[in-house]
């Protein structure tokens, strides 16, 4: 390939990066908030977040992006490659953290509870100060591999149209009819940026388990 067919290739991590970032964000934010309504205790709460997470889970991540961005963006507003990738993917992403955290969230011992409440702790710094550090070290390792896995479930959002590397890699492909040194050299991309994922996972499940006691 030419230099400049790799700096095409090149050009779309910034949209792999951007998508995944962004999807991420908006996964664990909502992801949070399934999991507190599936916890809350009301029967009406857990069902429905029950039936959200089945339903976000159960469907194909390029169907909910059709449908976000063909469906959504042509009939009733103007939505962006971009944003249709960021909240299809976001929205799986909130299923996947909301089942983590509930995970984690279980695998706190009772007893952590009980001794906040012996301490006559407000609701709020209970869960703040006692169960959140746990539950985060606890769900860690899952986070990290699932940001691995959005990272590449990211070449979905080719299909609709974002320039991220396997969309540039598609044309570049096309253009130059080296498909086996492109699609390649775009897998080389995917493991590049996943490393350095997994290494800040490992390390902050380190810090974490340094620092928090269960």
Not at 147 to 154: P, S, V
Request: proline share 4%; with cysteine; net charge positive.
């Amino acid at each position: 390939m030419s230099r400049e067919m790799l700096v095409t290739i090149l050009g779309g991590i910034q949209w792999t990066v951007a998508v995944t970032v962004a999807a991420l964000a908006l996964g664990v934010l909502l992801g949070a908030l399934l999991c507190a309504m599936r916890v809350s205790g009301n029967r009406l709460l857990d069902t429905l977040a029950a039936a959200l997470i089945l339903v976000l889970r159960a469907v194909p991540p390029i169907v909910w992006l059709f449908l976000i961005f063909f469906g959504i963006g042509t009939g009733l507003m103007e939505v962006s490659p971009f944003q249709a990738a960021v909240l299809g993917l976001g929205l799986i992403t909130a299923a996947n953290m909301a089942e983590i955290f509930r995970g984690a969230l279980a695998a706190v011992h009772k007893g952590q509870w009980e001794a906040a409440r012996a301490l006559s702790m407000p609701a709020r710094y209970r869960l703040l100060d006692v169960i959140a550090p746990q539950l985060l070290r606890v769900s860690l390792p899952s986070i990290g591999s699932y940001a691995i896995g959005l990272l590449k479930d990211t070449a979905i959002a080719s299909t609709i149209g974002v320039p991220e590397i396997a969309f540039q890699a598609t044309h570049v492909s096309q253009v130059s009819f080296q498909g086996l040194a492109t699609f390649a050299f775009a897998g080389v991309l995917y493991i590049a940026l996943s490393i350095p994922v997994a290494w800040a996972s490992r390390w902050a499940d380190q810090r974490m388990r340094l620092r928090v006691a269960r």
